[in-house]
């Protein structure tokens, strides 16, 4: 018996990564899964590989009603929800004059608005199974990033997010948490390129003591916190990051 046997989960970002990962490790663990991720395709093969434990939907989760409606499905596919990791991201670097509205609109829809939309819909679910949400944030909610600015403050809002819904349902059997991981390795970050004319010196203050994680590292946590070994937790932010913002 796995700690998630019995259990139906949702993870945003399924395609690849930490989102991937989590799936894997769910499902793993005994639980059903329903992935979300724009990527038709990576959803796919992760269905080829897990087979009938997981159940995936090709969605952009910035769009209130497609967000919903994913919600939804999963539900009807599993009969119930009881764990979500909303881990999907988008970052992008950039001079902070640089940025334009399609930039700041990708970064801040994904990562803050995608976020609230599918938590949103979840929440009258996971009220009825006494569930649970685990946000992914990052150690860039808790420090200034040069080149960074709206994953920043995408990731601080996440954080805040977290903490105010906890809040809110403290009276109920409702938890949220949130890690907050460093530096990951692919996919999310590769897809991310350094700007022109960076000051190198800059960027030392956040590359950290013990190199970059594997996605496992991370869905790792989210496990942890979203099992029944967390049961104490709501309205928590673990970091993940090798020491880095311990200072």
């Not at 819904?165 to 948490?177: C, F, G, P, Q, S």
């Amino acid at each position: 018996m796995g700690r998630f046997s019995g259990k139906v989960a949702l993870v945003t970002g399924a395609a690849s990564g930490v989102g991937r990962a989590t799936v894997r490790q769910m499902v793993k663990d005994g639980a059903n899964v329903s992935g979300i991720d724009i990527n038709q395709e990576g959803l796919e093969a992760l269905s080829e590989e897990i087979g009938e434990q997981f159940h995936h939907i090709a969605c952009d989760i910035s769009d209130r009603e497609a967000a919903q409606n994913a919600v939804e499905e999963s539900v009807a596919h599993f009969g119930k929800l009881d764990i979500v990791a909303n881990v999907a991201g988008v970052v992008r670097s950039h001079h902070a004059t640089d940025v334009d509205e399609q930039t700041w609109r990708l970064i801040m829809g994904v990562n803050v608005d995608g976020m609230f939309w599918v938590t949103q819909a979840v929440i009258p679910h996971l009220l009825e199974t006494g569930g649970n949400i685990v946000n992914v944030a990052s150690n860039a909610g808790f420090m200034g990033q040069a080149y960074t600015v709206p994953y920043c403050a995408a990731k601080g809002a996440v954080i805040n997010m977290t903490r105010a819904l906890a809040m809110e349902y403290i009276k109920t059997d409702l938890r949220v948490n949130a890690i907050a991981p460093g530096a990951t390795k692919p996919a999310m970050t590769e897809h991310s390129q350094m700007p022109e004319g960076i000051n190198f010196e800059l960027m030392q203050t956040y590359m950290g003591f013990r190199g970059m994680a594997e996605p496992d590292t991370a869905a790792n946590a989210i496990c942890w916190m979203a099992s029944d070994e967390a049961a104490r937790c709501t309205g928590s932010i673990l970091s993940v990051d090798g020491g880095l913002t311990a200072a």
